[in-house]
């Protein structure tokens, strides 16, 4: 996937053809969930900051290089159990070799600007921590419960607003909204199979109090509403 084309923003514009249309800002950057399960990520540093960066693309079950001549501590481990790849040496452009995303955590200013050139000029997205400057894409702030994933993003502008905003959303969407994700995800096939119906199914529910019937842990009641209103059966996670 080449993203060299896509870095930086473009001006806005209006349409000239038959009725006009409102001008718009076109956001500079393009939210969305990206499947990289699988696929080879390389991260250039083997500080602190690098291990967050490692720890979240294994949670994505990436395939992760780290290059660095240094390992804190838990890249260390992630090396010994086998679960990153290391090459114990300084940045070269040849490290990025078959990636399909690469960022760039070191202290150095000047390699983090190489990494950010040769990344473009090899066409693979580049993101180098706290330099949006030099990104094709940035890291959201994130709250995860369950399956369910909300980002939270400022456009690099101010990354301490975006983690007062999870913290924020972090109070209204409790652990409960994993569980109803959940259920939900048992239905969607029976569902899909009365078109039209899920909308109304979902609004049923949340009407019946099913969200209050988790928060309770009363798992009784969970699974009468979901029977009263859909008929079927699901497991309570």
Known sequence: MNFASLHGSLP??????????QERKIL?????????????????GGGEVAARKVARLLDCAAQVRVVSPELVLE??????????????????GRHLSGAC????????EQTNARISQDARDKGIPVNIVDDPQKCD????SLIER????????????????????????EKTYGEEYATLLNILGQLRGQMEKNAGEGKI???????????????????????????DMTGREVQIE
């Open 12 to 21: 806005a514009k209006r349409v000239k053809c038959g009725t006009p249309v």
């Open 28 to 44: 500079k950057y393009y939210p969305v969930f990206w499947n990289i399960a699988g696929k080879k990520c390389v991260v250039i």
């Open 75 to 92: 890249l260390s481990a992630l090396k010994r159990d086998g679960r990153i790849e290391h090459i114990h040496e300084e940045y070269d």
């Open 101 to 108: 995303l690469v960022i760039g955590a070191t202290d150095s």
């Open 137 to 140: 894409f940035i890291l959201p």
């Open 146 to 169: 369950g399956d369910l994933t909300i980002a939270c993003g400022t456009g690099g502008n101010s990354p301490a607003l975006a983690r007062h905003l999870r913290e924020e959303l």
């Open 201 to 227: 199914w979902f609004e049923k529910l949340m009407a019946a109090g099913l969200l209050d019937a988790i928060r309770q842990k009363d798992e009784s009641k969970v699974k009468k509403i979901i029977r």
